[in-house]
T-cell receptor
Framework: KAGVTQTPRYLIKTRGQQVTLSCSPI?????VSWYQQTPGQGLQFLFE???????NKGNFPGRFSGRQFSNSRSEMNVSTLELGDSALYLC?????????????FGPGTRLLVL | AQSVTQLDSHVSVSEGTPVLLRCNYS??????LFWYVQHPNKGLQLLLK??????LVKGINGFEAEFKKSETSFHLTKPSAHMSDAAEYFC???????????FGTGTRLQVFP
């Protein structure tokens, strides 16, 4: 079974631009979560989706948004990019929703904002 | 609120010697706990998971962890380190009713020949 896939793998943008990242979960998984990883802040939760509904959101500004489609694929969007948005963005999927569910991570999208 | 504390930011061992990566957790109830590993420029790979079925959890690549409620610890061990074990390791707690994982700050494991 194919793992979690994320596209693109690498991205370079300039300040003020916007970016959309895509995540395809493992087949049959209905829950998708997003995390930001930076050297200074470590791994931080962005948001989670289950059955196209956002269930939880982390402490990020409104420039960060996301959505989930009926096939469980998810996208996240960052508008008006800032230098501090440079990070590795990781997507994870799980079968169901809840703490006991194992989350499987994709390889990440590395975003560089210049 | 739940949290995890990884007690060492760096651990160095020689190949063939035991590995111990320490993690303490804070939770008002019995949590789900995980260890993930991240190799350079890669995503996170699940090593093992604890969900109250057994206190000693065996994972992949010879790793195991023991849940000790009295010490609120979930330390990761491996009897004999291999060069390929060099990576960053994250202890993670998962609250119930959410997929929001709470990560420790990570422990970088170096393995010397």
């Amino acid at each position: 079974k194919a793992g979690v896939t994320q596209t693109p793998r690498y991205l370079i943008k300039t300040r003020g631009q916007q970016v959309t990242l895509s995540c395809s979960p493992i087949s049959g998984h209905r829950s998708v979560s997003w995390y930001q990883q930076t050297p200074g802040q470590g791994l931080q939760f962005l948001f989670e989706y289950f059955s196209e509904t956002q269930r939880n959101k982390g402490n990020f500004p409104g420039r960060f948004s996301g959505r989930q489609f009926s096939n469980s694929r998810s996208e996240m969007n960052v508008s008006t990019l800032e230098l501090g948005d440079s990070a590795l963005y990781l997507c994870a999927s799980s079968l169901g929703f809840g703490g006991e569910e194992t989350q499987y991570f994709g390889p990440g999208t590395r975003l560089l904002v210049l | 609120a739940q949290s995890v504390t990884q007690l060492d930011s760096h651990v160095s061992v020689s190949e063939g010697t035991p590995v111990l990566l320490r993690c303490n957790y804070s939770s008002s109830y019995s949590p789900s706990l995980f260890w993930y590993v991240q190799h350079p420029n890669k995503g996170l790979q699940l090593l093992l998971k604890y969900t109250s079925a057994a206190t000693l959890v065996k994972g992949i690549n010879g790793f195991e962890a023991e849940f000790k409620k009295s010490e609120t610890s979930f330390h990761l061990t491996k009897p004999s380190a291999h060069m390929s074990d060099a990576a960053e390791y994250f202890c993670v707690v998962a609250p119930i009713n959410t997929d929001k994982l709470i990560f420790g700050t990570g422990t970088r494991l170096q393995v010397f020949p």
